[in-house]
């Protein structure tokens, strides 16, 4: 019998989706190996006449994870407006889906029939290209350098006083660009630059001038030509959830208290308003996380949306950034996102927003506020079967499978990819020092659908498990086979069209199986990665004989032995539909 408590359908979602104005996806979800088929019968919701001629599309498993199976269908010189159905098929029945409910018959009423609209191109997903291409090396600014201070500087600015710890400056990073870019990485992510109190950055106090203690705006914007001239992007932080204690607004709260212009700039004030003198105190205005040197911005307000609309533009159009990473994204009002997505993009339009958000975006990616998000599912996925082994290879594919289709096509390609990043251990320390596995979780990384970051020095085998040590200073030696395979992975990268935009296919994932073997292709090539990550040598089930082995390691045709990897690759016919 159908397990109908398992369909689901969902039209303007992810599962019903333009991906251009002449090409329409439509998915639906049933109980995993229940369906023999799934039929998707659609037409133009104009057609003249009644009822509607209706086109048929045998729907493929586009994915599969523990419970459910999931059909897609491509229908390309699709109808501005569509109406479509689904029908069901098994050994035993078959019957028909549509609004939700299932039938014996089609309705001859096409409006009783799911639609998509109209194909809208306003509404389609359109996530800059050169993001999805990208390869991206995170720095924290005060920890790029290869000689830390031994005591931290404190530097009297403007009357506020401003922290680093390690000493890392502007300079460090524009003379270590030959060495990032001849490791492949084409984009540059930079934690804070902004002036800030703490070493971290994340606590603002001026937002139109690059810390003292990093250098000077002037060599920001020649740092910035260097990377564009070397064919590179750089992504700079955007702190606009909170600022820090010493903003000129707060410190103008604080001083005037309710008579201050400034009293409606922050979130949930109460007076007289007090400055925790202990920084274990909990202060009586809403902060981040508690932490008194950086109150929370009342960004629905006006005044606060037009000045940061102006930092926003100032840095992209005085400074020619191509991105803003933004912190705290979830816990700041969408108005505020949406009208800051309009400045940006009338000032470069292919400027990008990735929003930090922990969990599920589904909310924020609907193409009015963030190109990409940074995924930290990834992160907590790769630890659950390469670290803590608490899924096989069976129950991590339906954890990537979820990854894979939770977003509209266009945005699962610009995800932003992670192990590691400042806010979490090093995947190193976590895994206990375990190269074989650190190295099998880098070649996911950068062979998965979504954009590969690396936090500095991943390539060197930084360690870290406390936030000092985890934000340690920069080497750049010591590491060599690790960097030479980082090195690699990022050629396979951006050699391969069909890694960084084409499908992606599970070839074998069995249950109680550390070997993951899953493909990578488009309409010319297809790339087979195999991982495994158990200490039993294994048999690939697929045949090899016309790839071409790209890089290995532990594999002997046709077995993969202990913690071995393997990715090869072919010329294949087009897959398309």
């Known amino acids: ?72 269908a491509c229908i390309k010189n699709s109808y501005q407006r569509t109406v479509y159905y689904f029908k069901l098929i098994n050994k035993d029945e078959a019957c028909f889906y549509y609004a939700d409910q299932f039938y014996d018959k089609v309705s001859v009423m096409r409006n009783d029939l799911y639609k998509f609209p109209y194909i809208r191109k306003e509404d389609i997903v359109s996530v800059p290209n050169w993001l999805k291409d990208a390869i991206v090396y995170n720095i924290f600014p005060d920890s790029f350098t290869e000689k830390p201070l031994k005591n931290p500087t404190v530097l009297e600015h403007n009357q506020d006083y401003i922290k680093n710890r390690l000493g890392g400056k502007i300079r460090n990073i524009m003379n270590r660009l030959d060495y990032i870019a001849d490791l492949g990485f084409n984009t540059i992510y930079l934690n804070p630059i902004f002036t800030a109190g703490q070493y971290h950055k994340y606590d603002v106090i001026d937002y139109y001038e690059i810390d003292p203690l990093f250098g000077s705006n002037e060599e920001f914007k020649n740092l910035v030509k260097k990377i564009h001239q070397k064919g590179m992007k750089i992504i700079i932080d955007g702190v606009f959830n909170h600022s820090g204690s010493s903003f000129f607004a707060f410190k103008d709260i604080l001083e005037k208290q309710e008579k201050s212009l400034y009293k409606d700039w922050y979130y949930e004030l109460e007076f007289p308003l007090i400055y925790p003198d202990n920084s274990n105190d909990f202060p009586n205005y809403e902060c981040f996380g508690y932490e008194r040197n950086m109150p929370k911005l009342n960004t629905s307000n006006s005044e606060v949306l037009n000045y940061f609309l102006d930092v926003c533009r100032y840095w992209i159009e005085e400074y020619d950034i191509d991105g803003w990473r933004l912190d705290v994204a979830d816990e700041v009002n969408t108005d505020f996102w949406r009208e800051f997505r309009k400045v940006a993009k009338s000032a470069k339009k292919d400027c990008v927003l990735i929003g930090e958000v922990w969990q599920k975006a589904s909310y924020y990616l609907d193409g009015s506020m963030f190109d990409s998000v940074m995924n930290y599912d990834f992160l907590k996925y790769a630890k659950e079967f390469f670290i803590d082994k608490t899924v096989d290879a069976y129950g991590f594919d339906a954890l990537v499978s979820d990854m894979r289709l939770r977003y509209r096509e266009g945005f699962i390609y610009s995800q932003l990819n992670l192990l590691d990043s400042h806010d979490v251990p090093r995947f190193l320390s976590i895994s206990n020092n375990n190269m074989k596995v650190y190295i099998l979780a880098n070649i996911f990384l950068f062979t998965s659908i979504g954009v590969p970051s690396i936090f500095y020095g991943d390539e060197q085998g930084i360690t870290g498990i406390q936030e000092l040590d985890y934000r340690q200073n920069m080497r750049f030696s010591g590491e060599e086979n690790l960097l030479e395979l980082f090195k690699k992975l990022v050629s396979i990268r951006r050699e391969n069209k069909a890694i960084s935009v084409g499908g992606f296919k599970t070839i074998q994932a069995k249950e109680k199986s550390g070997l993951y073997v899953y493909t990578r292709y ?9 991982l495994n990550n158990s200490s039993l040598t294994i048999e690939l089930e697929i045949d090899i004989d016309d790839y071409t082995v790209l890089l290995e390691e532990s594999y002997m045709k046709p077995y993969l032995k202990p913690y071995g990897y393997l990715i090869m690759k072919r010329k294949v016919i087009s897959k398309c539909q």
């Not at 439509?26 to 001629?53: E, H, K, M, Q, W």
Request: zero cysteines.
């Open 1 to 72: 019998m159908i397990n109908r408590q398992a369909i689901f359908h969902q039209t303007l979602s992810n599962y019903a989706f333009a991906v251009d104005e002449k090409t329409l996806k439509i998915r639906i979800r049933t109980a995993r190996n229940n369906l023999s088929s799934v039929i998707l019968f659609y037409g133009d919701t104009a057609f003249r006449g009644n009822p509607v001629d209706f086109k048929r599309i045998e729907m493929s498993i586009l994915a599969q994870d523990k419970y459910f199976d999931y059909y897609e």
């Open 522 to 530: 488009d309409d010319l090539d297809e790339i087979v990665v195999a």
